[in-house]
């Protein structure tokens, strides 16, 4: 039928009225809503008709109307007035589409009581449908809605598969149950970016912003447009997520709904953050903060965000404030959130309230909810804690167990903050004892973030670079610190930083600013990349050649070759080992340098060492993420290296089984 609702409506109104019905249920809408043009005047009218209206049945074309304010209200996301509609009409029977949304409602509310109760009532529906393939969708659909709510990842990723699989052998059921499979949808560009499958989430979000439009679900699309936005902040597609929030910000004042505009506005706010602009993000936020009727989710996330921004201003007092709001509503909500109660555990620690045991009780949370992207945050702020205490070594042995978490993850905001707080601690020590084996080690984390600031085109690249030359000028070594202002210099020129060029360019000609310098220059980098939000660059993979492991001695524990096109003898294998142990001698005990990489023959080597052994990976070219990569070898192969194996070629060990697990994608 020709109508003025949308097509998505119009999806869920075919399956339930015929042909003729459709026609009587038009007139019916007609008569209700005063602009028929205007998708937010439909919802209002039709919402407000049913609250005011006396029903002691449900006619079919009642029940259409109770569908229509639902399924418009909730991709709106305005949760009040579906409860007024839920709180009317509850205890009438239901078409199943308004059924699944009522449980959608109350799964992201987090009442686990009612949201069993209607569980209940759609498994008992869904048993009397005659069709197994539909039957088992829905029930797997089912597990998958309540998988959030019952905070059990690893049943949502069970029942995300088992529905890809469905969708992909029986298409017709998207057509049969078109409000399930566009929530779904939504999940599943969630789940992709949770699980960083860049493919993945590529295709779903693709999939559901074509379906969105087609459908006319402005709703459903400016979600897609946030999620997609939040994607590409995160990969530093600045002017690319500009033009998406843009986007949704003016469906959602079109379609009139304030909380979908926060929402996206979110991502406005990171995008701020990213750029270190944290005193505007913060009035962005708390902008935020006063839209009317938010759901409690969104709250507590807009607090914890609040609290964090203060948190890195050093604002304490005020830091406690949000998160202590934040803390009440996650209280409510069976703490679906650990990580703020680990940060309140962490700002108690500071204010003298306890002595640790809040700090604990959130690790504890953290374990039972399976969080296991909260749990690296708290041997962080332990490690600060003890940092600011001057335990200096207590410090890095907390943050190096969360560094080893967060490389793990591959969370690279984790990364940045954690290296630079290692580079904090081991410069203390160094300042206090003149130790080469400490300042090696500062120079490790130094060079890491400078490695990830270039990498990200990132300002404080600049500030890392003047951190690392003090070192260098308190060690004499004058040349070094020239070399790196060079490259700050050109870094500046490049990027349009002219205060940072003019300074270092005067730095250059005059000498005397340049022993002005002084070691502590981590602290400052340190305070200033809490102000920022990192992300990475979405890399293409680079080509890889060559795996070595060798011991102190030079030996050769493990050899893989990546490529059949370029299988590397023993003389190119002997040869590099050879390079890399001269270049080695020449470097190391000179102010405690370490040796991250070197060209051999056109190829980019790159270099670690964990205890005893030296990881190798030759490779096309160079970029951070193939570092953490050999990390991980190391860490994963190291009880199996030390033991002094001779040399372990293709696949005829474990060791072939971690090489495949940490470079998979390549």
């Known amino acids: 039928m020709k109508s003025f609702l949308p097509k998505f409506l119009l ?95 109350f799964q992201e509310s987090f009442d686990l009581t009612t949201f069993n109760l209607w569980r209940e009532k759609i498994e008992e529906y ?25 905070q059990r990842p690893e049943v949502g990723y069970r029942s995300m598969n088992q529905l890809i699989r469905s969708l992909e052998e029986n298409e017709h059921i998207s057509y049969r149950y078109p409000f399930v499979f566009e929530a779904l949808e939504i999940d599943l560009i969630q789940y992709s970016n949770i699980l960083a499958d860049e493919v993945f989430s590529e295709i779903w979000i693709e999939s559901a912003r074509r379906r969105a439009e087609v459908m006319e679900n402005y709703g459903m699309l400016v979600q897609v447009n946030s999620l ?33 505009a926060a929402q996206i506005e979110l991502n406005k706010a990171l995008l701020l953050k990213m750029q270190g602009k944290l005193d505007e993000a913060l009035k962005l936020y708390e902008k935020i903060a006063k839209v009317k009727n938010l759901p409690q989710t969104f709250q507590l996330d807009i607090y ?3 609290g964090e921004i203060y948190l890195n201003k050093d604002e304490i007092v005020k830091a406690e404030e949000y998160y202590l709001k934040a803390h009440e509503i996650n209280k409510k909500l069976n703490f679906i959130n650990p990580l703020v109660e680990i940060v ?38 332990k490690g600060i804690y003890e940092q600011q205490r001057v335990n200096l070594s207590l410090s890095i042995e907390y943050l190096e167990q969360a560094l080893n978490s967060f490389e793990h993850q591959k969370n690279f905001e984790g990364i940045v903050y954690t290296n630079g707080a290692l580079a904090e601690s081991y410069l203390q020590i160094y300042k206090l004892l003149h130790d080469n084996k400490y300042s090696s080690r500062f120079l490790y984390y130094i060079d890491n973030l400078i490695e990830i600031l270039k990498e990200l085109n990132n300002p ?41 060029e ?35 660059h979405k890399t293409v993979p680079t080509k890889l050649y060559l795996l070595l492991a060798i011991n102190e001695a030079g030996i050769p524990l493990v050899s893989h ?37 070197i060209n051999h023959e056109g190829k980019a080597v790159i270099v670690e060492k964990k205890d005893n052994v030296m990881g190798i990976l030759v490779a096309e070219d160079e970029n951070f993420e193939m570092r953490l990569e050999l990390r991980q070898f190391l860490q994963k192969a190291l009880d199996k290296l030390v033991s002094g194996l001779p040399i372990v070629r293709e696949n005829d060990s474990e060791i072939f089984s971690i090489i495949e697990e940490v470079f998979e994608r390549k």
């Open 228 to 260: 997609l936005a939040s994607i590409l902040v995160k990969e530093y597609h600045l002017e690319k997520a500009k033009e998406k929030i843009e986007e949704g910000l003016e469906i959602a004042k079109r379609i009139n709904s304030p909380i979908l």
């Open 460 to 500: 404080l690249y600049v500030e890392a670079i003047k951190t690392k030359a003090g070192y260098y000028l308190d060690k004499g070594l004058i040349k070094n610190a020239e070399d790196l202002f060079i490259d700050g210099i050109e870094f500046a020129r490049t990027r349009g930083l002219k205060e940072e």
């Open 304 to 306: 914890s965000k609040i």
């Open 344 to 381: 309140i555990g962490y700002i108690n620690l500071i204010l003298e309230k306890d002595k640790g045991e809040a700090l604990d009780e959130g690790l504890k949370i953290a374990e039972e909810q399976f969080d296991f992207s909260s749990i690296p945050y708290y041997y962080f702020y």
């Open 126 to 150: 869904i048993t009397n449908i005659s069709d197994s393939t539909e039957k088992e969708f829905l029930k797997t659909a089912i597990e998958q809605f309540a998988s959030k709510l019952e």
């Open 561 to 597: 070759s990546f490529t059949e096109e370029e299988m590397v003898d023993d003389l190119l294998v002997s040869g590099l080992i050879s390079a890399i142990i001269n270049f080695s001698s020449e470097v190391l005990g000179k102010g405690g340098e370490t040796l991250r990489s």
């Open 502 to 536: 003019i300074y270092l360019k005067e730095s250059l000609t005059n000498k005397k600013n340049l022993t002005k310098i002084t070691l502590e220059g981590t602290q400052i980098l340190f305070r200033k990349i809490r102000m920022f939000s990192f992300g990475k």
């Open 11 to 105: 999806n869920e109104i075919d399956l339930y009225l015929d042909d003729s019905q459709k026609s009587i249920f038009e007139e019916k809408v007609k008569s209700i809503v005063s602009n028929a043009s205007d998708y937010d005047t439909i919802s209002k009218d039709i919402t407000a008709f049913l609250l005011n209206e006396d029903f002691t049945d449900l006619t079919t074309y009642d029940q259409m109307l109770i569908l229509v304010s639902i399924l418009l209200n909730y991709w709106k996301k305005d949760y009040s007035l579906i409860f007024s509609i839920y709180d009317k009409f509850h205890s009438f029977d239901l078409p199943l589409s308004v059924m699944i949304c009522f449980l959608l409602f």
